[in-house]
């Protein structure tokens, strides 16, 4: 078995004199190939635009793009350390990292108020940096000092920040998209224009939170904007 994957590397890598296969003709089908994946992509592209409408990128300033890309650089290097303090022991409890799911969190946030309202996940450090949380009082928080957010108590999965919106991280899959309709339903009978935004990995409409928060803003038509993360 291992001779053959060796054999077909060696056929990859060095075409010219691998039997009938010329490099010519090698680098002809990895051209063909590049061109049927370009027109496979452009031919989803058109379709996703003919039903949802231009992407939203063309709506958006060099200074807003800067600020995004920013922001995901930001979570990347923040979550990294994080990983690195936690691995070091720096502090006690846990962590769970939103490294790869960054521009969702920066998507999803770029087009929200200071005043709207989010309800995040244990993978929810992410989610509070783009919202525009304080790097220092989080931290702060993980290492359980009294300058954290919830005086050192919380931890990492604990983090608040009503100032901003932000209801909080939770360890409960799914959870957050109750608070989050619950903040709708607030929302309503105050009659302003905000709108609340939960949170959740691809595992979290398994449970009755998701369907309950759906359920709950479909009969009373509240502004809740359920975010679903596929992380797998």
Request: proline share 1%; aromatic share 8%.
């Amino acid at each position: 078995m291992s001779g053959e994957v060796q054999g077909s590397s060696r056929s990859l890598a060095t075409p010219a004199r691998s039997g009938s296969v010329s490099r010519r003709g090698f680098l002809g089908r990895l051209g063909a190939f590049g061109a049927g994946t370009v027109a496979f992509s452009t031919a989803v592209a058109e379709r996703a635009q003919a039903q949802y409408g231009a992407p939203a990128i063309d709506e958006l300033s060099r200074e807003q793009l800067t600020t995004m890309y920013t922001d995901m650089w930001k979570i990347r290097l923040w979550e990294s350390k994080v990983k690195d303090l936690l691995l070091a022991g720096g502090f006690r409890g846990v962590a769970h990292l939103y490294v790869g799911e960054e521009a969702i969190a920066v998507g999803v946030c770029q087009a929200l108020r200071r005043d709207d309202y989010i309800a995040s996940t244990h993978r929810g450090h992410g989610h509070l940096i783009a919202k525009g949380g304080d790097l220092g009082r989080m931290l702060a928080e993980i290492t359980h000092k009294a300058g954290g957010y919830c005086k050192g108590y919380g931890g990492s999965l604990h983090i608040t920040d009503v100032s901003l919106g932000i209801l909080g991280m939770n360890g409960i899959v799914g959870a957050s998209h109750l608070f989050a309709a619950g903040a709708a339903y607030g929302i309503t009978v105050k009659g302003t224009d905000q709108v609340a935004v939960s949170f959740g990995g691809d595992g979290s409409i398994q449970g009755n939170f998701f369907s309950s928060a759906a359920n709950a803003a479909a009969a009373w038509k509240l502004p809740w904007i359920g975010v679903i993360e596929n992380n797998g």
